[in-house]
């Protein structure tokens, strides 16, 4: 089966500090992508990082960052020096190879404390 | 600019009232696909499209229909709406199947929150 897991439904951030959004994800393809977008109060979905299963090294793009751990199938978001710019709901997203669609988490709602 | 476009952004209708949220991408995309958004669920896939005349059920395809006659367009088709398909769907495009490079990323139309009484 093909599943996406977002065990945290909220979570609080001390501005300028780091968090790390859980995602853990389970398909028997061994060729996949994973990606997180984040959606704002305005409601529109922004992509933010991608990962592929055979990436050697964890993807970054600012100050995003992805924690891939493969054997664990876990892909967790890292955000770093978090700003109030950031809170918003996240989502943890994978498209297997040999099938034609995205599986998406149920989200996490990050909020960021001045 | 490179854009997904979704109609109307809001509408509220009654039981049984046909509508059609449209969908339009301006990239030449060759993957389509409707998604809905509900609360503690995420987003899930309705319907997707691999190109012209050629489309597929997602997860929760039921009280939908979609059509692809055009590569730009991709339309939802809500025959006959009820009360439980209230809710924020989304269209999105990327450029066609999975690369490991990554090329496949979803881009997202603004969204459409629909509401049935």
């Known amino acids: 089966a093909q599943k996406i897991t977002q065990t945290q439904p909220g979570m609080f951030v001390q501005e300028k500090e780091a968090v790390t959004l859980d995602c853990t994800y389970d398909t028997s393809d061994p060729s996949y992508g994973l990606f997180w977008y984040k959606q704002p109060s305005s409601g529109e979905m922004i992509f933010l990082i991608y990962q592929g299963s055979y990436d050697q090294q964890n993807a970054t793009e600012g100050r995003y960052s992805l924690n891939f751990q493969k054997a664990r199938k876990s892909a967790n978001l890292v955000i770093s020096a978090s700003q109030l710019g950031d809170s918003a709901m996240y989502f943890c997203a994978m498209r297997p190879y040999n099938f034609n669609k995205f599986y998406f988490g149920s989200g996490t709602k990050l909020n960021v404390k001045p | 600019e490179a854009q997904v476009t979704q109609n109307p952004r809001y509408l509220i209708t009654v039981t049984g009232k046909k509508l059609t949220v449209t969908c339009s991408q301006n990239?030449?995309?060759?993957?389509m696909s409707w998604y809905r958004q509900d609360p503690g669920l995420g987003l899930r896939q309705i319907y997707y499209?691999?190109?012209?005349?050629?489309?597929d059920k997602g997860d929760v395809p039921e009280g939908y229909k979609v059509s692809r006659k055009e590569k730009r367009n991709f339309p939802l088709i809500l025959e006959s709406p009820s009360p439980n398909q209230t809710s924020l769907y989304f269209c999105?495009?990327?450029?066609?199947?999975?690369?490991?490079?990554?090329?496949?990323?979803?881009?997202f139309g603004a969204g459409s929150r629909l509401t049935v009484l």
């Open positions: 999105a495009s990327s450029p066609g199947a999975f690369e490991q490079s990554g090329a496949n990323v979803l881009t």
């Open positions: 499209s691999m190109n012209v005349e050629v489309t």
């Open positions: 990239m030449n995309h060759e993957y």
